[in-house]
Nanobody, 118 residues
């Protein structure tokens, strides 16, 4: 069992930056894998970035080089630093935690809206 709460979303201009944070009720370093997903209108939920228990990170091609996922031990949060934002980054961003391998025992936060517009 784990509760996840996202924060940090908002409205930014193209080229701007935003930092999302996911607070977890469970020690994030005990979690098998965590990630950020996003869902834009009319589209399926998409994996943006993830980090596993070994600290290995993955990124979808469209955000690689612009976004950085990290775990903050002091705050027990999962972070997503987003730079050089584009309108196509507009979506609801969800924090995910898998408490078991292979996507088993998966939990989700409520989501936070990110809107990139001039």
């Amino acid at each position: 069992q784990v509760q996840l709460v996202e924060s940090g979303g908002g409205l930014v201009q193209p080229g701007g930056s935003l930092r999302l944070s996911c607070a977890s009720s469970r020690n994030i370093f005990t979690i098998s894998a965590m990630g950020w997903y996003r869902q834009a209108p009319g589209k399926q939920r998409q994996l943006v970035a993830s980090v596993n228990a070994f600290g290995e990170t993955t990124y979808t091609d469209s955000v690689r080089g612009r976004f950085t996922i990290s775990r903050n031990s002091a705050k027990n949060t999962l972070e997503l630093q987003m730079n050089s934002l584009k309108p196509e980054d507009t979506a609801i961003y969800f924090c995910n935690a898998d408490l078991a391998p292979y996507g088993r025992d998966s939990y989700w936060g409520q989501g936070t809206q990110v809107t990139v517009s001039s």
